[in-house]
């Protein structure tokens, strides 16, 4: 398809451990934003197809990986599920869907606009590690929780923003790809 021509090439039969995938990904600078490109200012994610598809499928997840880690290690409920949204606006109307579908699920934004975002997400991580009843079941988020956020019970994420460079987009994934403790 033309729109992804010029995407950086992903040589993934060459890398035989991570360190390798991080080290190329450490080099490519190639912004990938404008290939993802989500518009909510005129839709809401109900009303956006690609958005609803990917929150539902994320959400479908979220029981699975629940499971698989109670069948495992006996913890009821660990997983989380982390959507990074591209704007503060984007995170509250993508709570908000994620409401209104999931009633049940407990949703926190956490934004930098927030005053006291940096303690929230403080509590959520003590939240998270003590498998509290009343930690959130989603994260949606801006930027705050990518480098230096050690939530290891997010184990499911979507990612709703522009990518700005594979390297950011990493540091995202891996927050879904930590052991539990």
């Not at 290939?35 to 499928?57: A, C």
């Not at 590690?129 to 930027?143: H, L, Q, R």
């Not at 990518?163 to 994934?173: A, D, E, N």
């Amino acid at each position: 398809c033309e729109i992804y021509k010029d995407l950086p090439k992903f040589p993934s039969d060459e890398w035989e451990t991570i360190e390798e995938w991080e080290e190329w990904a450490k080099k490519c600078d190639k912004p990938l934003g404008r290939h993802l490109h989500f518009d909510l200012d005129t839709q809401s994610p109900g009303e956006n197809q690609t958005i609803r598809r990917v929150i539902d499928e994320a959400l479908s997840l979220l029981p699975k990986t629940r499971a698989d880690i109670e069948r495992v290690c006996g913890q009821k409920n660990v997983s989380v599920k982390l959507c990074v949204a591209k704007s503060m606006s984007d995170a509250r109307k993508i709570s908000e869907y994620i409401q209104e579908i999931r009633p049940s699920y407990r949703v926190s934004v956490v934004v930098s606009d927030d005053n006291n975002g940096a303690k929230k997400l403080e509590k959520i991580a003590k939240q998270c590690k003590e498998n509290a009843a009343d930690k959130p079941d989603v994260i949606v988020s801006v930027g705050m929780i990518s480098e230096g956020v050690d939530i290891p019970q997010i184990k499911v994420v979507a990612y709703l923003s522009a990518i700005l460079t594979v390297l950011y987009f990493i540091q995202v994934v891996g927050r879904a790809v930590r052991r539990i403790p």
